[in-house]
């Protein structure tokens, strides 16, 4: 096949093919138009403006090829269609015979007979003739199409025909896919990504941000002129950058665009269907009708869909949606203020009709429908703001004029709620008496339920106030069960349910209730709302896994804090003031375990989420305790200080507040705090409910208590310590050991010379303890060389029974490595032996 020059050294032609400076060369796009030359038809279709012609014409430069290039114009016939198409030819192929000029002359003559005379030439030239036919769309004539599958039939392989047009023409395309004779590149194909975006920018003399880059993208969908669009106004702003990010429909070279290439171009009907449905983001014939768009909306919506009028079916069948360019400037070029507002109030009525509250709520705030939306937000405030993030309907809700909100009764309530809910308390009290005021204005099931709403809101301001006994007696009053929820009009009962419950639980635990906090907590958080988000789920799941931390089991903690944190985060809630808890009980896990870097970070996310006194107050005792382990003693009696003199805990719940927090973070016995210390230790663990009564934790610090307990025979101590190190082994429970002074490692170091069931553990509760760094005085033989980390590692080792190849395999070592370290050890403390070498080591203080 040969559709290069005729003969050597002839320079190929190209006749009408548009020309563009900077135009990228997209490989992608290149290899797929390969396959036009195998193809008796290649068709290349998308709307307006994504590169058709353009691209077309660079694969025609770059493969140096040969073809004749016919713009179809608007009115064309048959009579003017052929001999337009052999004045092409004869600019483009060599007619030394004159046999194209006799062709013509007999096309001029006899219009019918083009397509037979024109395929009897390209037979007879036979090396292969590519026609390339633009804006093939505008040809509406069907005996034109007829007469061109004439020619494509006639002519055989030896034409190859390349379509350009918008939407699909009137061929067989089903068939000729069946037998293999048409090749495509579709919309989809020609879309620009954000590599050849930058590329395109590049070549246009500007050189954006990644970041920015990828929003145009993003906005304009890949759309070819939108981007080559938004270059030319980058090119006139001050800031291109800061235009690039401000891309929309409204900007003016965009705006213009569409509006002479789209809108004005389109049928009448078609733009009176684009102003109706432009209040919307997707529409189906049902939601156009009742817009305005009249009884044929289906019909014109799935006609624009097929014809690419910047109109697309979603995945949901006879639902549609706008290109977002478009839409932008049908809202801001095309549709008035009063109407825009009639036309959201026809769409919130049919969304209510449907029964999608949220969207009609949208509508009819975007439509000042002020009493739709308060009717819509008294109703389906709690099961919104409880299922998904209440961020999104406070900000909603917000943008309501103030008057509007202290004028209706369930608007009114709406907000207190989504305040609430949010963590954002202030002002609900003064919000909730003018709510008050209007409901009690109302009757009826109506106002039974913005009583109960109201109820609800009063309990989730006092936990944001600290006085979770008031929560924990009000919520425990609420009905929960679906018949009393019915009967003042909450349907979806589930969610309300589960509210209560969690904020149930939840106080339980910070009051010392664990029985009930643990059944509560359970219960709502392996509730299933069929929901991604449920506020008050992971509310539960985060104070569970404080639950967990609390009893000293930190694997269940950490699982149950890690799921919770991760849906947080998912649902864009990682800041939300009930995510505080899953950080907190993180962070206690950390701290427990002695990963001070981690939990000073866990620590750092709950305080910048922490919305609730008694929260933060716990927060911020945790972080005096990590201090303090760090050396950091000023600080963290500073910090505490002021924690303990800027604590707002009610009074009716602060004393078992502060003693939970108070015993679990182990304050110093002269420290100042609410309700005065716990008179003993075990008075502590009676009364607090950080270290539940039989727990892990618990029975840890009872038996710590026992062996650190100077009184009691001293295998009594050491069986005591024994049954604690095993007992938090299992969980790396090291705080309460690390807690304790030299008392604590002399005595650990005794237990383990004389045998134990978790000698790894101990070892390594040694390791920690012990002050290595810098250069120590020998009282005998002056300094000595330091011990490297490995060797000090080693050195805990030795202190047992455990046989060398025991010690290399607790170490991933070989045993090789470990008697080199030996001898090492040996040398710089001076001993001969094992025995001698600990002994000096305890002299030394490095155990």
Known sequence: MDLGPARSGEAPRWTSGPVARNVVLRTSVLDRLDAATDQLVFLVCAPAGYGKSLSVASWLRDRRLRATWVTVRPGTTEGSLWPSILAEMLRTYPDEEAELTRVLGLIEQVPAEAPATLASWIRQRGRGTLLVLDDLHVVTRPQLHDQLLELIGAAGPDLHLVAISRYDPPWPLHRMRLDGVLGELRMDGVLFGSREAAELFESLGFTLERGDVDSLVQRTEGWAAGLRLAALGMREAADPGEYARGLSGRSDYIADYLMKEVYQGAPREWRDLLRCISVVDEVCPALASALGGGP????????????????????????????????????????????????????????VSQQQPLTALTHAIAGDDWAVAGELVGTHIVSWTVRRSPMQFLELLESIPREAILTDAGLAVGVAAARTMAGYPKGVDDLVGVARELVAATAGAHRRRLDFVLELVDGGWRRWTGDLQAVLDGFARMPKDPATLSEVGITDWASI????????????????????????????????????????????????????????????????????????????????????????????????????????????????????????????????????????????????????????????????????????????????????????????????????????RDRVHVRLHEALDEDLPHDQRLDALAAALELAAAESLRRPFLDHGPAMQRLLAERVETGIARPEFA?????????????????????????????????????????????ATALYVSVNTVKTHQRSIYQKLGATGRREAVSRARQLGLL
């Not at 995945?315 to 809202?331: Q, S, T, V």
């Not at 009063?338 to 049919?350: F, G, M, N, V, Y």
């Not at 339980?508 to 643990?518: M, S, T, V």
């Open 296 to 351: 044929d909306s289906g019909a014109v919506l799935a006609q624009m869909d097929q014809l690419n009028a910047f109109v697309d079916e979603l995945g949901k069948p006879c639902w549609y949606r706008l290109h977002p360019l478009l839409l932008e400037f049908l809202r801001s070029r095309i549709v008035d203020d009063e109407t825009t507002r009639s036309l959201h109030r026809k769409a919130a009525e049919w969304y």
């Open 497 to 696: 349910r589960n509210l209560l419950i969690s904020n149930q639980g939840s106080c339980e635990l910070w009051l010392g209730d664990y029985d009930g906090a643990r059944r509560n907590l359970t219960e709502a958080a392996a509730d299933d709302l069929g929901r991604r988000v449920v506020l008050p789920i992971l509310n539960a799941q985060a104070h569970l896994a404080l639950l967990h931390w609390a009893a000293g089991d930190l694997t269940a903690a950490e699982a149950v804090a890690e799921e919770a944190a991760t849906r947080f985060g998912s649902a864009g809630l990682a800041h939300a003031a009930q995510a505080a808890g899953a950080y907190l009980a993180l962070a206690g896990v950390a701290f427990d375990r002695d990963l001070t870097g981690e939990a000073s970070k866990w620590l750092d996310l709950a305080k910048a989420a922490t919305g609730e006194p008694h929260m933060a107050f716990a927060v911020t005792v945790l972080r005096t305790r990590l201090q303090r382990a760090q050396g950091h003693v000023a600080d963290s009696r500073a910090s505490l200080e002021e924690a303990l003199a800027t604590a707002r805990l009610a009074p009716a719940s602060s004393t078992r507040i502060a003693a939970s927090i108070n015993y679990f973070s182990e304050l110093d016995s002269n420290s100042r705090h609410p309700g005065g210390p716990p008179a003993t230790r075990q008075q502590a663990l009676e009364q607090i409910p950080y270290s539940p009564g039989g727990s892990r």
């Open 763 to 807: 070892l390594d509760l040694l390791a920690r303890m012990a002050k290595t760094g810098g250069r120590r005085a020998d009282p005998e033989h002056g300094f000595f060389v330091p011990l490297s980390e490995r060797e000090t590692n080693v050195l805990q080792y030795l202190i047992g029974s455990m046989t060398t190849a025991e010690i």
